[in-house]
C-alpha cells in the first residue's frame, strides 16, 4: 500500500508563481511544480480497509470552500536547514478542516501527529546546504505573497517512500460546498450579463 496524506492542491497560476522562486540555493532540490501542494495530515502506509474506512468518513465532511493565501518564504531545520517552504497565511477554515481531518484519523485508530500543523507548501529539499546560503536566498525572498485563491476540494494523495518530493498520485477527491459569497458573486455576474 502506497504512503497516504490528505492535502490541498495548489492551482497552476499559484503553483507559476512559486515556481519563480527556484534556483540560487547550492543542494537544493526543487520540487516539480505538479507537486506542490499543502499537506492537511499525513497517514501513512495503512491496510486497504482502513484506507476505505477513512474515505468513507472523510467523504461526510461538509464544509465550504475558502480562500488562502501563500506568503513569505523560510526553511525547516534551523541549524542544519533540511527544506524550505512557502508560508499560508492565517485561516480559520484551513484549521478547522485540518482539525476534523485529524480527528477522523484518530477515530480510525491512527496515532496523533507528533507534529504542530503548520500549513505549507515544500519548494525544496536540502542536501549539504550551508546555513549561510540558505540565510542569503531567505533574505532575498522574505516578501513573497501570492494572490488569494480558492480552495474547492482537498484530496487523499499517495507518495512511494522511496521517492522525497513526488511523483504523487490523487487517489481520492472530495469536493467543498461552493461558498454563498461565491454563489452570489456568480448570480450577480449572470444576472447583469442578461441586461
Known amino acids: ?3 497516504l496524506f490528505t492535502a490541498l492542491e495548489i492551482p497552476r497560476h499559484i503553483a507559476l ?7 540560487g540555493l547550492p ?3 526543487w520540487i516539480d511544480v505538479d507537486n506542490y501542494h499543502i499537506t492537511l495530515r499525513f497517514i501513512g502506509d495503512v491496510d486497504g480497509r482502513t484506507a476505505d474506512e ?5 467523504d461526510r465532511i461538509d464544509r465550504e470552500e475558502f480562500q488562502l493565501t501563500l ?5 525547516f531545520g534551523s541549524k542544519k536547514p533540511h527544506s524550505i517552504w512557502a508560508g499560508v497565511s492565517p485561516s480559520p477554515e484551513l484549521q478547522a478542516l ?6 477522523i484519523c484518530m477515530r480510525v485508530g491512527l496515532a496523533p501527529d507528533p507534529r504542530k500543523f503548520t500549513p505549507h507548501v515544500t519548494l525544496a ?3 549539504n546546504s550551508r546555513l549561510d546560503d540558505v540565510v542569503q536566498y531567505l533574505s532575498g ?3 513573497f505573497h501570492t494572490m488569494s485563491f480558492t480552495v474547492p476540494r482537498f484530496v487523499l494523495m499517495s507518495s512511494k517512500e522511496s521517492v522525497g518530493g513526488g511523483p504523487y498520485l490523487t487517489e481520492e477527491v472530495f469536493p467543498l460546498q461552493e461558498s454563498l459569497a461565491s454563489y452570489a458573486a456568480g448570480e450577480l455576474a449572470s444576472e447583469s450579463s442578461v441586461y
Do not use: F
Open 71 to 75: 506568503t513569505g518564504i523560510g526553511s
Open 141 to 143: 525572498r522574505g516578501n
Open 54 to 58: 477513512i474515505v468513507d468518513r472523510l
Open 98 to 103: 485540518q482539525g476534523e481531518i485529524d480527528r
Open 17 to 23: 508563481s512559486l515556481s519563480l522562486l527556484r534556483g
Open 125 to 127: 529539499r536540502l542536501k
Open 1 to 3: 500500500m502506497p504512503r
Open 27 to 29: 543542494g537544493a532540490r
